[in-house]
DNA sequence: CTGTCTTGTTAGAACTTCTAGCGAAGACGA
DNA sequence: TCGTCTTCGCTAGAAGTTCTAACAAGACAG
C-alpha cells in the first residue's frame, strides 16, 4: 500500500536497487511534476488542475492519485523542487566563483537568472503565500541552506561599503557626507540585534557586520527582483537590470 | 440593462443625485466586497468563492452576477480597490507630514502599515500576478500617480546620502573609503539611463539623482516588506522592524 | 502456479463558475 | 391610477473541478 505518499523518494534513499516498478512510478511522478509546472508557467499556480494533467497524459482523471495525495501536495512538491532548485543554483554558484567579492555578485547574477528563467518558479517560494501555511521542516532546512551560502560567501569577502553607507554610486554629493550619517543609533541597534538573535542565520559565526550586510543584500537584491519579475517595471522604459547590479554594488567594495 | 457593468460608478461621477435603486445597488456591491475580503484575508484570493458570498448574503448563487460580471471581475475590482487605497494612504501621509525628509518616512511608515493591516491585500498589488496578464490603463495610472507621489516628496528632501553610498550606518569601516566605490561607471550610467527614460516616472522633473534614489527607496522598501510579510522572516528571531527602518534610512540625510 | 501488491478504471458525491429563462417587485410616464 | 419597463432574485442546468469508493487487471515474489 504506497497509499501516495511521498512520491519522490524512489530512486536514492534507500539502499538497494530501484526495482523496475518504482524506476516507473518515478517517472510518472516525473511526467506529472513536469507537466504541473507548465501548466503553472502558463496559466498561474491557481490553474493547476490535476484532471487536466491526467487526460494530457492519457491517464483518466483519479489515476494521479495513486501518485499524489491531492491538488495540494503536488503543488507542495513542486514548491520543495523550487526551493531545492535555488539551493542547488546556489551551491553551484558559489562553487565557481572565484573567492572573494566575486562570489556574491555571482550569487546575485545567479538568482536573477534563476528567477527569470521560470518567473512562476520564483513566485512559488516568494509569491502570495496562503495565510494559514506554515512551511514544513524540509522546507525551512533548505530555505536556511540557501541563507548560508549566503553568508559564507559574505564572509569571504572582504568588507565593502556597509549597508548604511552602502557602495558604488558616482553622485556622492560633495556637501552631504556620507560617513555623517553612520554612527547613527538604530543602525547600531540593528547590528547587534542581528547578532544577538543569530539564530536566523543558523547560528553562523559570522561577525556582525557580515550578518546584516548579507540580510540586507538579500533584501535588496528580492526588492528589484520580486518587482521586476511581477511586471511592476512592465512599460517604464528604464531596464530593471542595470537597478539590479546598482543594488547588487551597493553593498560591495569598489 | 446594467449587465453587470462596472458596479462602482453609482454614486459619485454622474451629477444627479442617486436614486433609491441605485443606492441600493452601490450597497450590495459593497457588501459583496466586504465578504470577498474577508474571504480572500482568511483563506488566499484563490479561494475566493462567489457561491459561498451569495450564501453568507442570504442570496442564492447567480443573483450576484447581476453585480460582477464573474469572480474575475470582482477580484480585478478588489485590486483596483487595493491600489486605490494605497494611493489615498500614500498621499494622505505625504499630506500631514512636514516638509523636508519626514516625508519621505512617512510614506515608508505608511506603507509599512498599510501592508501590515492586510497582508493578502499588499499581495493583490505585489503578489504573484497570473502569467498572461496586463493591467488595465485605469490600474497603471493609479500605479503611476504612488510613484508621483513618492518622487514629490523625494523632491523636497536635502539630498542624503546617494544611493550607492546610502546613509545612517555605524559600521562604516575605518579601511573602507565608501566613497572609493561612488564614481563607478555603472552607477553613472544608471542615472542617466533613469533620466533619459524619464517616462517611467510620468515625466517628472525632477533631477536624475532623485529619480534614482526614489526608486531605489520603493525596491528596497519592498525588499524587506515583501519577505516580511510572505512570512519569509518567521522563525528568524529578528525584527522585520527594525531592518526595515534601516533601509529606510539607508537613503536619507542623517 | 498462487497470492499479494500496485495500478488504472468507472461511478458518483460535493463542490465550483456561469448561462438561460422565469416571475416578482420597484420606478416612471401618461 | 394604470400600464410599461427595468431591475432583481430565483430555479434549472451545463460543464468543470477535486476527491472517494469499489472494482478489474496487470506485475511481482514466494
Redesign the pocket.
Known sequence: ??DAGTATDVGAGTGRAA???ER??AQ?CAEIKQHARQQIATAGASA?????I?KRM??????L???F????ALLTELIADAYRSLADTFRAAAATAEPGAGGVVALADALRAWALADPQRYFLIYGTPVPGYHAPEEITAIAAEIMEVLLDTFDGVPDGPPPGATGADPDADPDADPNAALDADPDTDLHTHLAAHRQWAGDHPAPPRTLRRALTYWTRLHGVLSLEVAGHFEGMGFDPERLYTAEVKSLLPA
Chains 1, 2 share one sequence.
Open positions: 500500500m504506497t526495482s523496475p516498478r516507473y512510478r510518472v493547476l488542475s490535476l484532471n487536466a491526467a492519457g491517464l483518466s482523471g483519479p489515476a492519485y495513486r501518485y495525495a491531492g491538488r495540494d
